[in-house]
């Protein structure tokens, strides 16, 4: 296949994979394996089943994936680059246009319908969990203590993922391990040069003394190799972290960040570009808060390219591997009790205006229940509503809250 025409078939999807990663995935299968026979479809579930169990957005991996089967390396840095670059430059015009009108109370009305439907768009991200997550007992039980241990206790997500893998490798009925030698020569390469470039930005920030420039850098390069189970499944600890720790954002501001990002194409962990700015203006204006951009999209992404040329090759091989099979899957259950930590940390902060941290050893914030907020309540019922009842689309839903949000406002 030539560039040209990989380039028209991936800016496609780059600019059309709105919805999240159930329907950029959706949209991959028809361009490339149902409209036009890029992938076949064995090809395309393996290299699915494999960017699903990696850390970092599985979308954006199997557009690399495909590009790499297309064309090579060069072919997946086009692929996974134009998938990225169209909601990477739409979230930097949120990001800046978000730190100059969001003050303006019609705008902040909007956001309170936005918020109220993020809340529902993370209960939907749980129930496509659950079907595919929890069909075993043990799994449940992963989840919910997954849940408690970061609803009561807000134990490290890192610590929690671990534990999980531990467990489902060493617990595995299968004890038969692969015949097959691992091919890891293949690997060497990528990791080799894609870990130096990662690197190098990280390096030249080190060496001119910027402190808030490193800790951006290092933080999100931290969290690129752990999101497993997508962005919503890291958002907590990132808010945790952003807010609590770093002191670059408020809790407002994040979830205003969370809503911006699901109306753009790309992957939701695009968040973090519109944090980032967010940070840098309010660390030093324009100029760091577009270094801070920039930075935050190199230490996020070039490790999915790491992952996808370096373990390409292994994917037949791990369809061989049943105990690292069994720990991804312990690993998903996990998954789904840390989104559920996320749905109720969200509800909690967009109905009560105040909340207060329990008494030792517990970590969970008591709502304050004089700051109950009946707006927001009923905002989220109408967007419960539209979503799971009515089915609507995302972005009309999107639009429809910040409208209702905005009404409400003037009414109420």
Not at 276 to 291: D, E, S, T, V, Y
Request: proline residues 6%.
């Amino acid at each position: 296949m030539i560039y040209s025409e990989m380039f028209r078939i991936f800016g496609r999807i780059g600019c059309l994979s709105f919805g999240g990663p159930a329907a950029q995935i959706a949209l991959m299968q028809k361009e490339l394996v149902d409209d036009r026979p890029l992938l076949s479809q064995p090809d395309f579930l393996k290299a699915l089943s494999f960017c699903m169990v990696l850390p970092g957005p599985e979308a954006m991996q199997l557009a690399t994936y495909a590009g790499w089967k297309l064309r090579g390396v060069t072919g997946g840095l086009l692929a996974g680059g134009l998938f990225v670059i169209p909601g990477a430059i739409v979230i930097a015009a949120l990001a800046f246009a978000y730190a100059t009108f969001g003050n303006l109370p019609l705008v902040q009305a909007a956001f309170v319908g936005i918020k109220a439907t993020v809340i529902i768009i993370v209960i939907q991200a749980i129930r496509k969990l659950l079907t595919k997550a929890l069909g075993r007992k043990d799994h449940r039980i992963i989840a919910i203590i997954a849940f408690l241990a970061l609803f009561l206790f807000n134990l490290p997500f890192p610590l929690i993922i671990v534990c999980a893998a531990i467990y489902g490798a060493f617990t595995c009925p299968d004890r038969q391990t692969s015949a097959q030698r691992p091919p890891w020569r293949h690997a060497i390469r990528p990791i080799t040069v894609g870990g130096v470039l990662w690197a190098a930005p990280l390096l030249v920030v080190w060496a001119t003394g910027s402190t808030f420039l490193l800790s951006v850098g290092l933080f999100f390069s931290k969290l690129a190799v752990v999101t497993f189970g997508g962005a919503y499944a890291v958002l907590a600890y990132m808010t945790q972290s952003l807010v609590s720790d770093h002191g670059w954002l408020t809790t407002d501001q994040m979830i205003d960040a969370l809503g911006l990002a699901e109306t753009t194409p790309g992957p939701l962990i695009l968040v973090t570009e519109f944090t980032a700015i967010l940070a840098g203006l309010n660390a030093g204006g324009l100029g760091l808060a577009a270094l801070a951009g920039l930075l935050t999209l190199w230490v996020t992404f070039v490790p999915c390219f790491i992952w996808i040329f370096a373990g390409a090759p292994l994917i037949d091989w791990l369809d061989t591997t049943p105990r690292l099979r069994a720990g991804l899957s312990a690993i998903t259950a996990a998954v789904v009790g840390v989104i559920a930590n996320l749905s109720v940390w969200f509800a909690a902060h967009v109905i009560f205006s105040e909340l207060t941290p329990a008494k030792a050893p517990f970590a969970v914030l008591v709502p304050v229940w004089s700051s109950f907020d009946i707006t927001s309540v009923i905002l989220t019922i109408f967007a419960a509503l539209l979503l799971l009842w009515r089915k609507f689309p995302l972005l009309p839903t999107l639009a429809a809250m910040a409208l209702a949000g905005i009404i409400t406002n003037i009414w109420l």
